[in-house]
Structure formats: C-alpha cells, structure tokens
C-alpha cells in the first residue's frame, strides 16, 4: 500500500534538518597551500548551467572559495555511498571550528582518507574525484552569506560536464535517465532511485 492511499490529517513537527530528498556531490577545492580539500554535501540544485551550492559558513570549502574560485562539482553514484561517509566527519580546517569540536576531526589528505582518488582537470585546478560518474568543472562567481549568516550561498558557472560515456545517449550531449542514478540523501540516509514513474513534456531522451 502507497502512503499517499492512506487517508489522515497531518500533524505539526519541527525537524531538525530538512534534507527531503536532495542529491549528494563532493566538491573538490584548492587550499592555501596548493593541496586539495574534499568535502560532501548536499544542498546543490541547478540553473541552466550554474549551480547554487550551500555551504557552512565556517567549512574550509567556502574559506577557500572565497579567495580561489574553481572547483569542481563531483556527483557521486549510489554504490560510493561508503566513501562519502567516510568524508562526512572530516574536516579541512585546522583548528576545528568550535561548533564542529567532539564530533568532526582534522583531516588534510581526504581523498586517501575516504579512499578516492584525484585525476586532474582541464580547466581548473583542484581534482577531479576518478570513479564520480558525472563531475562539473566550475568556477565560483559569487559567494555570499544567506539570510540567517550560518550558511554561504554559492553560484559557481559550469565551465566543463564529464560523463562516464555510458550514461550518454549515443550521437548526442544527453544523459540517459533511466542509466544514471544520484546518490540521494534523505534525511540523513542514503539512497539510490528507484525505478522511471514518467517523464516531463520537456525531456529531450522520452521512452516509450
């Protein structure tokens, strides 16, 4: 049985976080030193081709950002789950921020740590993390704090798309939906799509 077959009232709640389903990517960025900083997340959505990120105000991702704009917009599939766990309580910056203190630990080599590896860019300087199926190589072009002032807003322009070539349909730029699937979180769970319901009268790669 459907939840949505069930008929009964709502009730009032507060969660404490609302990730309702969004996908996961791992944004590979430049630190002072020339080395590359990794970090997940998953407050990403596109426009065109520019990509509004979420980051924490405090995250060596925004830090580096601020001062060197590229990047690059890795998305996971569901089966490197794993790994992006492992990065989940790393962090780039030394000393720790406060907020994250007890529950994050320093970490300068993630890629090692979450046991990815970095292949280069054509565009940009940071990585590229190998075994990502698809990977957006960007650049930052503003940066600036959200309304409440915990969280940076990031519009970063795709410079370059990389496909694993089976995901493409063949003789074209598309990639095939029913052969790509996100990583998506889930209010802090992990998940993969399940199979096609429709699709929009706008797709350009319908099926019968």
């Given at each position: 049985?459907n939840i949505?077959?069930?008929?009964?009232d709502?009730?009032?709640?507060?969660?404490?976080?609302?990730?309702f389903?969004?996908?996961v990517?791992?944004l590979?960025?430049?630190?002072?030193?020339?080395?590359?900083?990794?970090?997940?997340?998953?407050?990403a959505?596109?426009l065109?081709q520019v990509?509004?990120l979420?980051?924490?105000?405090?995250?060596?991702?925004?830090?580096?950002?601020?001062?060197?704009?590229d990047?690059?917009?890795?998305?996971?599939?569901?089966?490197q789950w794993a790994?992006?766990?492992r990065?989940?309580?790393?962090t780039?910056?030394?000393?720790?921020?406060?907020?994250k203190?007890?529950?994050?630990?320093?970490e300068?080599?993630?890629f090692?740590?979450?046991?990815?590896?970095?292949?280069?860019?054509?565009l940009v300087?940071p990585p590229?993390?190998?075994g990502c199926?698809?990977q957006?190589e960007?650049?930052?072009?503003?940066?600036?704090?959200?309304?409440?002032?915990?969280?940076?807003?990031v519009?970063?322009?795709?410079?370059r798309?990389?496909a694993?070539?089976?995901?493409v349909?063949?003789g074209t730029q598309?990639?095939?939906?029913?052969?790509?699937?996100?990583?998506i979180?889930?209010?802090?769970?992990?998940?993969?799509?399940g199979?096609?319901?429709g699709?929009?009268f706008r797709?350009?790669t319908?099926r019968?």
């Amino acid at each position: 049985m459907n939840i949505t077959d069930v008929a009964t009232d709502h009730v009032t709640i507060t969660p404490s976080i609302l990730y309702f389903g969004t996908p996961v990517v791992l944004l590979s960025t430049e630190n002072e030193d020339g080395s590359a900083n990794l970090a997940p997340m998953s407050s990403a959505w596109a426009l065109g081709q520019v990509v509004v990120l979420g980051l924490g105000a405090e995250g060596q991702t925004g830090h580096n950002l601020a001062v060197r704009p590229d990047l690059v917009i890795n998305l996971p599939e569901p089966g490197q789950w794993a790994a992006v766990e492992r990065l989940a309580p790393l962090t780039g910056r030394n000393p720790v921020p406060e907020h994250k203190q007890g529950a994050f630990r320093f970490e300068p080599g993630k890629f090692a740590a979450a046991g990815l590896r970095a292949e280069p860019s054509d565009l940009v300087r940071p990585p590229r993390v190998a075994g990502c199926p698809i990977q957006l190589e960007s650049r930052a072009v503003r940066v600036r704090p959200n309304v409440s002032g915990d969280f940076l807003i990031v519009e970063a322009r795709v410079l370059r798309v990389h496909a694993d070539p089976r995901l493409v349909v063949p003789g074209t730029q598309h990639i095939d939906p029913a052969l790509w699937s996100p990583l998506i979180y889930n209010f802090r769970h992990y998940f993969g799509l399940g199979a096609e319901l429709g699709h929009s009268f706008r797709s350009q790669t319908p099926r019968r």
